[in-house]
C-alpha cells in the first residue's frame, strides 16, 4: 500500500515544528477574511480586486507577527469550534426528532424528545471533557425496583388515557377516530 510507513501524528508534529499552525494557519485565515470583508464593502471601488488583495496580505503580515494574538487565536478557535460542533449536533438531534413542516413531532411529545436531547448532549459533552465526572449523577441512576415501578405507572397511565370517556356519545371505543397519529403529535397520516 501507499501509506504503509506514513505516520500521520508524526507529519502533524512536524507541521507544528515548522511554524504551520503559528503562522502558515493564522495568516490565511485573516487574509481570506480581510479579503472577502473588502471584496464585499468594497472600500476602495467596485473593480479593485487587486488593492484588496494587497492591503489582505499587509494585514495577515502585521498579524502573524505578533506572537501573543497568535496564542490567543489558537487557544479560541478549537473551543469555538467544538461549540459549532455541539451546535450542529442539536440540529441533527432536531431533524431526526422532524421539525420539517409535513411530518414530525408537535406538542408534548417534541418537547420530551427536545429536553431528551438536551440532556444528551449535555452528558456527552460533560463525558468527553477530561476532568468532568464520567458518570451521571447518583440520584438520575435508576434501579432495577425503580424501573420496574415506572414501567407500571406508565402502563397504568397509558391505560387510563386510551380508555378514558373523551366524549359522552356512545361509540367511546372507535380508534380510528379518536386514537391514531394526530393524537401522539405527529404531523400527516391520512
Known sequence: MVFEGVNFSDMIKQLEQMGFYEVILPFMLVFTIMFALLQKIK?????????????AAVIAFFFVR????????NQ???KISMIVIVL???L????????GESTGWTGWPFFIGMAGAVIGIIWAVATSVPGLSTSWPRWLVLSS??????LAVGIFVLLI???SDKKAD?????VTKEFGPSSFGFKGGK
Open 92 to 99: 441533527l438531534i432536531l431533524g431526526v426528532l422532524g421539525s
Open 170 to 174: 356512545n361509540d367511546k371505543f372507535k
Open 76 to 78: 479560541f478557535l478549537p
Open 161 to 163: 388515557w386510551v380508555f
Open 43 to 55: 472600500l476602495f471601488g467596485a473593480d479593485t480586486k487587486n488593492i484588496n488583495i494587497v492591503v
Open 145 to 150: 425496583q425503580d424501573k420496574a415501578i415506572l
Open 88 to 90: 450542529l449536533m442539536f
Open 66 to 73: 505578533v506572537p501573543a494574538i497568535i496564542a490567543t487565536v
